[in-house]
């Protein structure tokens, strides 16, 4: 039985909820029918990388906390040949969001996004703009910002993303196991982003999620598409996560939730028995 370190934050609390431990909880209880299971924070990786087969990095919060150590891993993986799961070859959030520009400089469906003034001609002429760090996530740094507070809120070092306020008539969720889509998740209500639903993808709504997991092009892994939908009816991304995306399990069927964690535990077990390794991680 291959033996799998699996890389959470128990305590991690996101908006004061305590279901993301939650979920890794229940993860692992299905995993360990296949895997001998040890449990590490991601600060203590180190120390378990070398007796593992495979690293599944899960629900860890945003790596901001403790960057130079994530950085560390990242370096690890590849001096050290370690294999990781995710592989650590996407081009979304793993790496920050500067991918969020690069994409809209590229034309693709997304809230348009500067990190500099310079460009502010890009994004529409809106009154009120959002800013996040480009390293965040869960919403941590989120702040609007009024078009005549620009100016002060934007620093030279191009650590934020600058977005205009897009009024949108919900955000919904893609989620995808392997570059295969697995099942949707929606906010009917805009100002109860957390409280999900179920949703039922429409073929545009899947070929538009399905081009960003294609650019994306990740080796193996989960990876969930985040988009709104604007009032004109089009879906923007919100943002790419393909490092450790919550899952939002515990809203699922039963049904759903069996068969992802059964996709799951197949691709895990390929990966752990495979003789290929990551040899190129990008830049954090």
Same mark, same amino acid.
């Given at each position: 039985?291959?033996?799998?370190?699996?890389?959470?934050?128990?305590?991690?609390?996101?908006?004061?909820?305590?279901?993301?431990?939650?979920?890794?909880?229940?993860?692992?209880?299905?995993?360990?029918?296949?895997?001998?299971?040890?449990?590490?924070?991601?600060?203590?990786?180190?120390?378990?990388?070398?007796?593992?087969?495979?690293?599944?990095?899960?629900?860890?919060?945003?790596?901001?906390?403790?960057?130079?150590?994530?950085?560390?891993?990242?370096?690890?993986?590849?001096?050290?040949?370690?294999?990781?799961?995710?592989?650590?070859?996407?081009?979304?959030?793993?790496?920050?969001?500067?991918?969020?520009?690069?994409?809209?400089?590229?034309?693709?469906?997304?809230?348009?996004?500067?990190?500099?003034?310079?460009?502010?001609?890009?994004?529409?002429?809106? &009154?009120?703009?959002?800013?996040? *760090?480009?390293?965040?996530?869960?919403?941590?740094?989120?702040? #609007? @910002?009024?078009? $005549?507070? +620009?100016?002060?809120?934007?620093?030279?070092?191009?650590?934020?993303?600058?977005?205009?306020?897009?009024?949108?008539?919900?955000?919904?969720?893609?989620?995808?196991?392997?570059?295969?889509?697995?099942?949707?998740?929606?906010?009917?209500?805009?100002?109860?982003?957390? &409280?999900?639903?179920?949703?039922? *993808?429409?073929?545009?709504?899947?070929?538009?999620?399905?081009? #960003? @997991?294609?650019? $994306?092009? +990740?080796?193996?892994?989960?990876?969930?598409?985040?988009?709104?939908?604007?009032?004109?009816?089009?879906?923007?991304?919100?943002?790419?996560?393909?490092?450790?995306?919550?899952?939002?399990?515990?809203?699922?069927?039963?049904?759903?939730?069996?068969?992802?964690?059964?996709?799951?535990?197949?691709?895990?077990?390929?990966?752990?028995?495979?003789?290929?390794?990551?040899?190129?991680?990008?830049?954090?």
């Amino acid at each position: 039985m291959k033996k799998l370190l699996f890389v959470t934050d128990l305590y991690y609390e996101a908006k004061g909820s305590r279901v993301y431990c939650e979920e890794d909880i229940y993860l692992t209880s299905q995993l360990r029918k296949d895997f001998q299971i040890v449990i590490c924070h991601p600060e203590d990786m180190e120390n378990f990388e070398a007796d593992c087969d495979l690293i599944l990095y899960r629900n860890v919060g945003p790596v901001a906390r403790f960057k130079e150590k994530y950085q560390a891993f990242r370096n690890r993986i590849i001096a050290n040949e370690l294999k990781t799961y995710n592989s650590f070859t996407g081009k979304g959030d793993m790496n920050g969001k500067q991918y969020i520009i690069d994409l809209t400089n590229a034309n693709f469906p997304v809230i348009p996004t500067i990190d500099t003034l310079d460009d502010l001609h890009k994004l529409p002429n809106v &009154e009120t703009y959002i800013m996040k *760090p480009k390293d965040g996530a869960d919403s941590v740094g989120f702040e #609007f @910002v009024s078009k $005549n507070q +620009l100016n002060a809120k934007v620093d030279s070092n191009k650590s934020m993303l600058i977005q205009p306020f897009v009024d949108f008539e919900y955000e919904v969720s893609f989620y995808f196991i392997d570059k295969v889509f697995q099942y949707a998740l929606y906010a009917p209500n805009k100002d109860k982003r957390w &409280e999900l639903k179920a949703y039922v *993808p429409t073929e545009e709504d899947l070929a538009f999620a399905q081009r #960003f @997991v294609d650019w $994306n092009d +990740l080796d193996w892994g989960i990876e969930r598409v985040d988009a709104c939908r604007t009032k004109e009816g089009n879906l923007l991304l919100v943002e790419h996560e393909d490092l450790n995306p919550y899952l939002s399990l515990e809203l699922l069927s039963p049904e759903i939730r069996d068969n992802f964690v059964e996709t799951l535990r197949k691709s895990l077990l390929k990966v752990s028995e495979s003789t290929q390794t990551v040899l190129l991680a990008k830049s954090f």
